[in-house]
């Protein structure tokens, strides 16, 4: 399932294209991208895990970049 999100406080493209491929190795996430122009991200897991696989992507943004916030869309 494809969940979307708003990511803002992320400083430039390859700050973003970092975190991207960050996400993109949590276990669990099929798919991540971002798009620093618009300032969206989407993350594609299974919807049984979910909550889990958002959690631990969350420890990697505050880890990467402290101060990104992450709201669902």
Partial sequence: MRYNFKIEG?????????????IQKVDGVIEASINFMTERMYIECDKN???DVLKRVQKVIKREEPDATTEEI
């Fill in 49 to 51: 895990e979910k909550k």
């Fill in 10 to 22: 992320i400083d430039c493209a390859n700050c973003a294209a970092e975190l991207e491929r960050a």
